[in-house]
């Protein structure tokens, strides 16, 4: 295990040593660490820290678990013009990302209706690792949406001006669309609307509590037992087909930035036709997942209208907010009193920006901040703080972290128990397989819950509310 020097108990750091160019920076608690199976996740913070052009810090917040170069939950600034873009870095899943919606019910008004609605849903939305079938669309559809983002979704009638404004970005990122190969492109063209795999799910959620009443009626939580659905899914093969290309491309090209502690974090520099290229196509990809997301939105707005004969604006269904993991965005912060700019990656991780650090809807609150738990847990609704934008870079967790690798969950879990212990909490559970059932397994993951507490104590963000699951839907 490396050494680490506890800072308070939210923060730990990994001193530089050897070819590190900077400290590692871990938000993390005692009992979360001691979780720890080994030391492989404090290992890449480390490898992370050695690339050309990283600014302060290395950091990994309290989701912390293995990944691909970067650690899940891993946060790394790079200057712009010496700096290094990371495919490892952002991920295989680009902008897999959260949307929360919210809706008038309470829970009283709908407690006999959550199978009927994940069953209705479950329908209309394809889920699974290789289940295609979501809309028909062409290849001019397809360019469209890689290069206007959601802005494609709301000239066809699949999104209101209100879905723009509370998406990330406006659920559009600039981007040359011809960046992204062929080959992705027919991966993408039967995946848009459709859940996929893993840890992706769709959830109906009850508000279980209120921190900040004031903040969350700006964002649309009103009160305690109002019904919201959660949606977790990404640019599905696409993106993955994106990232691929240009692991490939940059393991071929000669001006590649090599780690020699670990191929996976193979770069570019940034201001390189290689590292231009793939940040086109990753945005192109990001534009895709808020596209996929958006329609799932759409779909769920049509199970509830079939449900309960009602149109969706009655029932108030509209977005909270729908936010992107796994990215590097072009940002300007304050480092030593000097603006720089700077590609951000968070890898398993998202943005946090307070009030005053956003524009738009959110600028008096900032935007919200959605930390999912495992199945059959909490999630959360969360806001960032001001001394974040400087500690983080504006940034938080995704989630609450794997403990178990999915192959040991298969070992350890049955899938009738998961659905059994599930159904003793009133949780109806809809799963394409049984070994998604295992793999997900509450168990699996960290407690949500310290997490948060590690969230909220570090500084990072302050919760906002709590919700918990009547209905899951896993792919």
Known sequence: MFNLNKINDFEYELPKTGNMNVPGKIYINEKLLSAFSDSEPLKQVSNVASLPGIIKNSIAMPDIHLG???????????????????????????????????????????????????????????????????????????????????????????????????????????????????????????????????????????????????????????????????????????????????????????????????????????????????????????????????????????????????????????????????MAKTEEHIIDGKKMKLIVHRKGATRAFPKNHVDGYFHDTGHPVIIPGSMGTASYVLVGTENNINSTFGSSCHGSGRVLSRKKSNEYFQGNNVISKLADKNIYLRAATKKVITEESPDSYKDIDEVINVVNGAGIANPIARMVPLGVMKG
């Open 68 to 326: 691909y170069g970067f650690p899940i939950g891993g946060v790394a600034a790079f200057d712009y013009d010496s700096g290094i873009i990371s495919p490892g870095g952002v991920g295989y899943d680009i902008n897999c990302g959260v949307t929360l919606i919210k809706t008038s019910f309470n829970y009283n008004d709908i407690n006999n209706k959550i199978k009927d609605l994940i069953n209705e849903i479950y329908k209309k939305v394809p889920s699974g690792i290789d289940i295609k079938g979501g809309f028909k669309i062409n290849n001019n559809d397809m360019r469209d949406i890689l290069s206007s983002g959601i802005d494609w979704a709301y000239k066809n009638g699949y999104a209101i001006e209100d879905d723009k404004i509370r998406t990330e970005e406006n659920g559009k990122l600039e981007c040359d669309s011809y960046k992204v190969s062929e080959k992705a492109l027919k991966r993408g063209i039967n995946e848009l609307g459709t859940l996929g795999g893993g840890n992706h799910f769709l959830e109906i959620q009850k508000v279980d509590k209120i921190y900040n009443k004031e903040v969350a009626k700006k964002f649309g939580i009103n009160n305690e037992d109002q019904i919201m659905i959660m949606v977790h899914t990404g640019s599905r093969g696409l993106g993955h087909q994106v990232a691929t290309d240009f692991m490939n491309i940059l393991n071929e090209s000669c001006d590649s930035v090599r780690n020699e502690n670990d191929k996976q974090l193979i770069s570019t520099y940034i201001g390189s036709k290689n590292g231009s290229d793939y940040i086109n196509a990753m945005n192109a990809a990001a534009n895709f997942g808020f596209n996929n997301r958006q329609i799932i939105v759409y779909k769920i707005r049509n199970a509830f209208e079939n449900i309960f004969g009602k149109d969706f604006e009655s029932m108030d269904i509209k977005i909270v907010y729908s936010l992107a993991h796994n």
